[in-house]
């Protein structure tokens, strides 16, 4: 499951993992910048930025080959189109396609795997993003993986009442998708419940604020800064 | 129909970041003050529903099977301001932890599938006071529209178009379409067998904001529609006569075009980027800090 193994991931130890998400955040969007404005296929500018997102990768302690597969997940729809771009005569284009949505997905992948999703969210909050979005991004996080279950135990169960159900009928299948419906709305009702019992007042307790320490101020300005330099040295 | 990072140019994706930031905000401010506060954990479950409920396929036929998207179920049962919002939070929580569509293309994402796209299922819905030819209709709507500014924008970032992918991609779209709206007849038709609270009956007095927000969206989509079949051979001619129309507004409206214009130079377009990056940021800033700090007051 994929966002099983990210989650686990995130919340292992290194000195990455410990930057504080605000830097992180801000890292990644220069890299995402950095790469989504590339239009020629410089070699060595690409070279350079994959192995900076392999250096951080390795001192995340992330596995490589995994990250570098799971980055992979772009690559089917930026393989479709850059096929169209080759047979309209602009290989250039296709293998720019290629190398952004890869670099972008790499980028995005290290940044959740090497922060937890509550404290991303936490530094998107200190960033300003709206409070409200957040807090709906987290319940919503936090019951993926109970809904899924939820559904996979009533596929199993309606499987094993009338055989095969690899393909339900439309109406019976429209009709698990509302039991499904009934039973998220009637858990979101217990949680809200149990949320009012703890002393829940209408107002969510903010993210946990952590420090900006100084270290995290020069990480991101030095990777902003190397990002720059790089596409300066290198056309 | 996650677009991914690296397809869009920075002139298409600058700008629909900018103008999602404050929408979102708008739109969680407007959610917030429709309901009491029970509704926070109810938004997170049902954006966790959405994702569970993909695993049920739907057989259409031919050994093919589809599934509910979503967009329009969300905008006839919590509302459209609400739906949105729910929406906004899967394509985020799809870019952050699926890498299924891209972080800087999320305002194009968020712009096509939760607010064009949410709109554009509610409006049927609303006009037509909840029939059943209006769900359909809404389903299928908040699909093609989402579907349909996708390649738009796709196409005025100059990824290359031939008629063929565009006719097989249209097609496609308008199938998954009708797909998506007779899924939500069949689940609201289920919904309201198991227990009919689940609906909000379209209000008389619906903003009339939003109406108009979600014709100008079905409009720009049919305008879409119909420059493409007018000249099927020519969405090139097209993505240039958009590109050139896009460029021009951008002119008016951002310093920053010229460096995009100037197109050759590497530095300005960094520079634009990175001036783009900084502006949604204000922007969110400001939006949010105007828009949504005064969540406790309403409630």
């Not at chain 2, 905008?75 to 890498?99: D, E, H, K, N, R």
């Amino acid at each position: 499951m994929r966002h099983a193994r990210i989650d686990r991931w995130s919340r292992l130890d290194s000195p990455v993992h410990r930057l504080h998400p605000v830097a992180k955040v801000l890292a990644a969007l220069g890299m995402l910048v950095a790469v989504a404005t590339m239009t020629k296929p410089v070699l060595h500018l690409v070279a350079v930025y994959f192995a900076m997102l392999g250096v951080c990768v390795l001192a995340a302690r992330l596995p490589v080959v995994r990250m570098l597969t799971g980055a992979a997940v772009v690559l089917p729809f930026a393989c479709a189109i850059g096929v169209v771009s080759i047979l309209s005569g602009d290989p250039n284009r296709a293998i720019m396609l290629l190398v952004r949505s890869y670099l972008s997905s790499l980028t995005a992948l290290l940044l959740v795997a090497s922060t937890p999703l509550s404290e991303l969210l936490g530094g998107l909050d200190r960033l300003g993003a709206p409070a409200f979005l957040l807090q709906v991004m987290q319940f919503l996080y936090r019951y993926l993986m109970v809904l899924r279950e939820e559904a996979s135990a009533m596929r199993d169960a309606a499987a094993s009442r009338a055989g095969s159900v690899r393909i339900l009928e439309f109406k019976k299948a429209a009709g698990a998708a509302g039991v499904l419906f009934a039973r998220a709305h009637t858990r979101a009702s217990a949680i809200h419940r149990a949320m009012v019992a703890r002393g829940f007042d209408g107002r969510m307790p903010t993210f946990r604020p952590t420090p900006l320490l100084l270290s995290d101020a020069i990480f991101a300005a030095a990777a902003v800064c190397a990002v720059v330099a790089a596409r300066l040295a290198l056309k | 129909m996650h677009i991914p990072d690296g397809f869009l140019s920075a002139r298409v994706w600058v700008p629909l970041d900018l103008a999602a930031a404050p929408a979102v905000a708008w739109l969680g401010r407007r959610a917030q003050r429709d309901f009491d506060h029970h509704r926070i954990p109810l938004m997170g479950v049902m954006g966790a529903f959405i994702f569970a409920a993909q695993m049920i396929n739907f057989p259409v036929g031919n050994g093919t099977s589809g599934h509910l998207v979503g967009g329009a179920l969300l905008s006839f049962t919590l509302g459209p301001a609400a739906a949105s919002i729910v929406m906004t939070a899967i394509l985020a929580i799809q870019a952050l932890i699926f890498q299924d569509g891209g972080l800087l293309a999320l305002g194009a994402n968020v712009f096509n599938m939760a607010i064009a796209g949410v709109l554009a299922g509610y409006l049927p819905y609303l006009l037509l006071k909840g029939r059943k030819y209006g769900i359909f209709l809404g389903g299928v709507l908040s699909l093609l529209v989402s579907a349909i500014l996708a390649l738009v924008e796709l196409a005025l970032s100059g990824v290359p178009m031939p008629r063929a992918v565009l006719t097989v991609s249209v097609a496609l779209f308008v199938v998954s379409a009708v797909v998506e709206g007779a899924i939500t007849v069949a689940v609201v038709g289920a919904l309201e067998k198991i227990q009919p609270g689940f609906l909000r009956r379209p209000a008389a007095n619906g903003g009339s904001a939003r109406i108009a927000l979600a014709l100008a969206a079905s409009v720009l989509a049919c305008a879409g529609v119909f420059v493409a079949s007018q000249h099927p051979d020519g969405l090139e001619r097209f993505a240039q006569k958009t590109g050139i129309w896009s460029n021009a507004k951008s002119v008016v409206h951002s310093p920053l075009a010229d460096y995009q214009m100037a197109g050759g130079h590497w530095i300005g377009r960094s520079i634009a980027g990175l001036l783009g990056i900084g502006i949604v940021y204000l922007v969110c800033r400001v939006a949010t800090r105007a828009l949504s700090q005064r969540p406790g007051e309403g409630s």
